[in-house]
């Protein structure tokens, strides 16, 4: 079958182009993991996906992944989904309930609700906070310089589980100074986690630290008319 080996060898192609750009950064190739953004495929090419061992999917909406994962999740062992597009509050409780991560927390009221829901379900995913380092008017994120402090918040406020950062740098720049200020952000923060990079410049990320890439267009094939925002 056609779609199973164009999704293999396509995986295989990044996993070799990661593991290149891990060893010349001088880190170790399992330090990055691989995020493959299923938002809006085929269940066909999903599926293919799957075969192939990969376990770790990023979505952009909810409801989508709900559709997609909840019947799966039984099937596949070690499946992780991470959200990874803006979440709305009055969306918390399903978002707590499916995801294993959100990569999007970005304001008080959404850090919150989850906290909130998480009290109410005995669970909570991993959170990661958005990080608008372009401070661009149309993406969520908080600012760089309101980061420090809404970190704290987070943990100190609500008692999230905060491991790391995401960023999603302005197609317009150069990303490299993008994940360089996510990088050290996380750092004085002590948060060990960064998911940075997508297709175009996921080698770019991983040299600069990353330690998950979204990774969706280069594994799927581009979808016609979709804006590649987050992969």
């Known amino acids: 079958m056609s779609v199973p080996s164009d999704i293999a060898a396509a995986r295989a192609a990044i996993l070799n182009r990661m593991a290149k ?3 010349e950064a001088g880190r170790a190739p399992q330090g990055v993991t691989l995020i493959a953004v299923s938002k809006q495929q085929p269940d066909g090419r ?25 019947s799966r999740r039984s099937d596949y062992a070690h499946l992780q989904l991470r959200l990874i597009g803006p979440l709305q509050s009055n969306k918390a409780a399903d978002a707590v309930a499916l995801f294993d991560v959100i990569e999007s927390l970005d304001r008080p009221k959404l850090a919150a609700a989850l906290a909130d829901e998480a009290q109410k379900q005995g669970r909570c995913p991993e959170i990661l906070i958005q990080v608008n380092t372009g401070e661009e008017a149309q993406k969520t994120g908080v600012p760089p310089l309101e980061a420090d402090a809404f970190i704290k918040s987070a943990r100190e406020t609500y008692g999230l589980p905060l491991r790391g950062l995401m960023c999603i740098p302005p197609v317009d720049e150069e990303p490299a100074m993008h994940f360089a200020l996510l990088a050290k952000i996380a750092a ?14 996921f080698e770019t990320a991983i040299r600069f630290g990353a330690t998950h890439v979204r990774i969706g267009s280069a594994l799927f094939g581009t979808r016609p008319g979709s804006a590649q925002l987050t992969e």
């Open 21 to 23: 750009a891990a060893a």
């Open 46 to 70: 999903v599926e293919a996906m799957l075969a192939t061992g990969q376990r770790v999917f990023g979505e952009n909406r909810v409801h989508e992944a709900q559709a997609r994962w909840t």
């Open 188 to 201: 004085r923060n002590g948060l060990a986690t960064l998911s940075m990079g997508m297709s175009d410049d």
